[in-house]
């Protein structure tokens, strides 16, 4: 079992910048694709970003130019760098682990981001 531990979300105004981080309990992390969601009330969950195990990025058209997902492989972390935040960011984030070696996903708790105008 893999434990994913999300922290770095709250309330910003917009233009402003927040980083998120998500920490995976196992060493699986280092071969596996990590990704970021986000849902918004009333909305479907959605990708933000993922990247994979030898640092391939892909990020949804909404986020492209303002977000930075990366990862640090020693320490089993990867991140979210989101700049020039808008009121339309807001959701919940969620980071996910997708061991492709045995076609399973594990999800973090989730993160409320709240961009004020």
């Known amino acids: 079992q893999v434990q994913l531990v999300e922290s770095g979300g709250g309330l910003v105004q917009a233009g402003r910048s927040l980083r998120l981080s998500c920490a995976a309990s196992?060493?699986?992390?280092?071969?596996?694709?990590m990704g970021w969601y986000r849902q918004a009330p009333g909305k479907q969950r959605e990708l933000v970003a993922d990247?994979?195990?030898?640092?391939?990025?892909t990020y949804a058209d909404s986020v492209k130019g303002r977000f930075t997902i990366s990862r640090d492989n020693d320490k089993n972390t990867v991140f979210l760098q989101m700049n020039s935040l808008k009121v339309e960011d807001t959701a919940v984030y969620y980071c996910?682990?997708?061991?492709?070696?045995?076609?399973?996903?594990?999800w973090g708790q989730g993160l409320q981001v709240t961009v004020s105008s």
């Open positions: 196992s060493d699986i992390f280092r071969v596996s694709t």
């Open positions: 990247i994979t195990s030898y640092g391939a990025e």
């Open positions: 996910k682990l997708d061991d492709l070696r045995v076609a399973r996903d594990y």
